[in-house]
Nanobody, 116 residues
Framework: QVQLVESGGGLAQAGGSLRLSCAAS????????MGWYRQAPGKQRELVAT???????NYADSVKGRFFIFRDNAENTVHLQMNDLKPEDTAVYYC??????????WGQGTQVTISS
């Protein structure tokens, strides 16, 4: 089992910045991929950014150049720095951990609301 605890998020104005953090604990083995997904009202959950233990990152086109993901493998944490926020970034953001053998864990979600 892997537990994910998220922090950060909240309310910001368009053009502002927020940072999300996620700490993983439990049965953590490498390789793995940690990242962030989001779900806006009435929409499907979508990938925001991921970071593998091998150093490979992946971003949604909609956030490239604005959001930056980084992780600390020793601390099993992953962070999402969100800059130049837009109202369309409003969503519940979920931390995700994917490991071998189809292991797939989710955090409880944290609300991000961007006002115009």
């Amino acid at each position: 089992q892997v537990q994910l605890v998220e922090s950060g998020g909240g309310l910001a104005q368009a053009g502002g910045s927020l940072r999300l953090s996620c700490a993983a604990s439990g049965s953590i083995f490498s390789p793995n991929v940690m990242g962030w997904y989001r779900q806006a009202p009435g929409k499907q959950r979508e990938l925001v950014a991921t970071f593998g233990t091998g150093g490979v990152t992946n971003y949604a086109d909609s956030v490239k150049g604005r959001f930056f993901i980084f992780r600390d493998n020793a601390e099993n944490t992953v962070h999402l720095q969100m800059n130049d926020l837009k109202p369309e970034d409003t969503a519940v953001y979920y931390c995700n951990f994917k490991g071998l053998q189809a292991l797939d864990y989710w955090g409880q979600g944290t609300q991000v609301t961007i006002s115009s």
